[in-house]
T-cell receptor, first 112, second 116 residues
Framework: GQQVMQIPQYQHVQEGEDFTTYCNSS?????IQWYKQRPGGHPVFLIQ?????EVKKQKRLTFQFGEAKKNSSLHITATQTTDVGTYFC????????????FGGGTRLMVKP | DARVTQTPRHKVTEMGQEVTMRCQPI?????VFWYRQTMMQGLELLAY????????DSGMPKDRFSAEMPDATLATLKIQPSEPRDSAVYFC??????????????FGSGTRLTVV
């Protein structure tokens, strides 16, 4: 079945450094969503990408959707301690466009 | 802000007992999911409802788990009998399809279940 893989699993950075997490799917995705989960919290929707090669920005966060629509990335510029948490990508499962399969997540830790 | 409400927040129960988790989706949302989160397996989809109808529960162990939406304001996930391996955080999420493209799905705060 469809799998959504994320790397790395963990990332420690010094505050001010950049951070990138990568998401790869075994199948072509119609869209991809990104969520952030703070420690002890619940996933919170960040963004959805739909178009091949799409790039969207939210302040210091840049999201990309690959040309083949099988991979995506989230880049954070100049990390802050408020960026701490686990970042998940999620893609539709099979032909059920609204059922999400989540990647394993990348846990970001920021050292002040 | 509208919220998805889950109860209870924490539950400790003995193996073999029945556990019922409740979720109040956001008013007007037509889609409800149940997810289970563990360190080992991450976020696993258990059940999926659209307009209260169950569309997929293939991720749910059928022999002991059941999910229902008796009305638009309540979704339930029941485990009977519970086992220690069911210990996890159970999230409910709701959304409005197709508008979720802009707003995604809203997760509740979860029920942390411990089966001893």
């Amino acid at each position: 079945g469809q799998q959504v893989m994320q790397i790395p699993q963990y990332q420690h950075v010094q505050e001010g450094e950049d951070f990138t997490t990568y998401c790869n799917s075994s199948t072509t995705l119609s869209n991809i969503q990104w969520y952030k989960q703070r420690p002890g919290g619940h996933p919170v929707f960040l963004i959805q990408l739909v178009k091949s090669g799409e790039v969207k920005k939210q302040k210091r966060l840049t999201f990309q959707f690959g040309e083949a629509k099988k991979n995506s990335s989230l880049h954070i510029t100049a990390t802050q301690t408020t960026d701490v948490g686990t970042y998940f990508c999620a893609g539709p499962r099979g032909n059920a466009g609204n059922m999400l399969t989540f990647g394993g997540g990348t846990r970001l830790m920021v050292k002040p | 802000d509208a919220r998805v409400t889950q109860t209870p927040r924490h539950k400790v129960t003995e193996m073999g007992q029945e556990v019922t988790m409740r979720c109040q989706p956001i008013l007007g949302h037509n889609t409800v999911f149940w997810y289970r989160q563990t360190m080992m397996q991450g976020l696993e989809l258990l059940a999926y409802f659209r307009n209260r109808a169950p569309l997929d529960d293939s991720g749910m162990p059928k022999d002991r788990f059941s999910a229902e939406m008796p009305d638009a304001t309540l979704a339930t996930l029941k485990i009977q009998p519970s086992e220690p391996r069911d210990s996890a955080v159970y999230f409910c999420a709701s959304g409005l399809v197709p508008e979720q493209a802009n707003y995604g799905y809203t997760f509740g705060s979860g029920t942390r279940l411990t089966v001893v």
